[in-house]
Nanobody, 126 residues
Framework: QVQLVESGGGLVQAGGSLRLSCAASGRTFSNYAMGWFRQAPGKEREFVAAISWSGGSTYYADSVKGRFTISKNNAKNTVYLQMNGLKPEDTAVYYC???????????????????WGKGTLVTVSS
């Protein structure tokens, strides 16, 4: 089992920044690819970013490319999502995901991903 706990969400004005953290416990964190997904009110969950188990490869949704950065610290069992240039359309609950398979944390809605956090709310005001 892997337990994931997100933090760092909050209210920010458009153009501002936030850094989300996801602390993992349980099985060996370094063996897992990690991803961030989000779900806005009335919408389906969508892929945001993913990182390989080594941290050497990263992937982003087109909507956040150039604004968000995912990183992983295996020594601290933590994955981060640095979000800059936030827009009102980034408002959503952000979820951390973990899976041994990088391909599963890159799917559009995270279908089949083994582990999920409970989410942290990000609200961007215009």
């Amino acid at each position: 089992q892997v337990q994931l706990v997100e933090s760092g969400g909050g209210l920010v004005q458009a153009g501002g920044s936030l850094r989300l953290s996801c602390a993992a416990s349980g099985r060996t964190f370094s063996n897992y690819a990690m991803g961030w997904f989000r779900q806005a009110p009335g919408k389906e969950r969508e892929f945001v970013a993913a990182i390989s188990w080594s941290g050497g490869s990263t992937y982003y949704a087109d909507s956040v490319k150039g604004r968000f950065t995912i990183s992983k610290n295996n020594a601290k069992n933590t994955v981060y999502l640095q979000m800059n240039g936030l827009k009102p359309e980034d408002t959503a609950v952000y979820y951390c995901a973990a899976d041994p398979s990088l391909s599963r944390v890159r799917t559009a809605q995270g279908m089949g991903v083994d582990y999920w956090g409970k989410g942290t709310l990000v609200t961007v005001s215009s």
